[in-house]
């Protein structure tokens, strides 16, 4: 069964105060590992796809990375306005119609 | 492009009742699927429909049911509701089966007491 982990659950950093989430996964052939960005009431907000192993992706404060069995999302500088929930989700190569498996999620606070 | 929208924004109903849930997709999109989304946790995937076909299922029971239209908007169904299916309910379009560029609307909060 395919499977997503994050940790931490919480994290609250000052701000400019860099750090990184982590995203465990277990899947049957990984078609993509995406992130995305949830602001309390709201639906998620597509950040990344990453793809294979090695691979990275930038945007503004935000880079991500993938190994063959987890991903981490590393925050540079951050800014009260990173504050969100960051999910983690996998889809998986065997069947076509079947969509993502998400983690639980990290909720992070960035204090000013 | 109009977004994927979402009604109604919060809905409460008794144990037991039926509920329709609507989505209306990005414009050009012709895949929509529908996730729950508890609190504190993340979303979990209900179904798929692809040209208005269903496309694929999660582990939900079969009270739980969607539709999607020529127009490719969607309802999701849920009876006989019970006090867990309280939740956030969130669809998402794509112009693809595969994933990438998936646009979430922003959900429908539902209260079952």
């Known amino acids: 069964e395919d499977q997503v982990t994050q940790s931490p659950e919480a994290l609250r950093l000052q701000e400019g105060e860099s750090s990184s989430l982590n995203c465990s996964y277990t899947?049957?052939?990984?078609?993509?590992l995406f992130w995305y960005r949830q602001d309390p009431g709201k639906g998620p907000e597509f950040l990344f796809t990453?793809?294979?192993a090695g691979e990275e992706k930038e945007k503004e404060r935000l880079k991500a990375t993938l190994t063959k069995k987890e991903s981490f999302l590393h925050i540079t500088a951050p800014k009260p306005e990173d504050s969100a929930t960051y999910l983690c989700?996998?889809?998986?190569?065997?069947?076509?119609?079947?969509?993502?498996?998400f983690g639980p999620g990290t909720r992070l606070s960035v204090l000013p | 492009e109009t977004g994927v929208t979402q009604s109604p924004t919060h809905l409460i109903k008794t144990r037991g009742q039926q509920v329709t849930l609507r989505c209306s997709s990005q414009?050009?999109?012709?895949?929509v699927s529908w996730y729950q989304q508890a609190l504190g946790q993340g979303p979990q995937f209900i179904f798929q429909?692809?040209?208005?076909?269903?496309?694929g299922r999660g582990n939900f029971p079969p009270r739980f049911s969607g539709l999607q239209f020529p127009n490719y908007s969607s309802e999701l169904n849920v009876n006989a509701l019970e006090l867990d299916d309280s939740a956030l309910y969130l669809c998402?379009?794509?112009?693809?089966?595969?994933?990438?560029?998936?646009?979430f609307g922003s959900g429908t909060r539902l209260t079952v007491v």
């Open positions: 998402a379009s794509s112009t693809t089966r595969v994933g990438y560029g998936y646009t």
């Open positions: 899947v049957s052939g990984l078609r993509g």
């Open positions: 990453l793809y294979s």
């Open positions: 989700a996998v889809q998986a190569n065997i069947d076509y119609g079947q969509n993502f498996v």
């Open positions: 414009s050009g999109h012709n895949t």
């Open positions: 429909y692809y040209r208005e076909e269903e496309n």
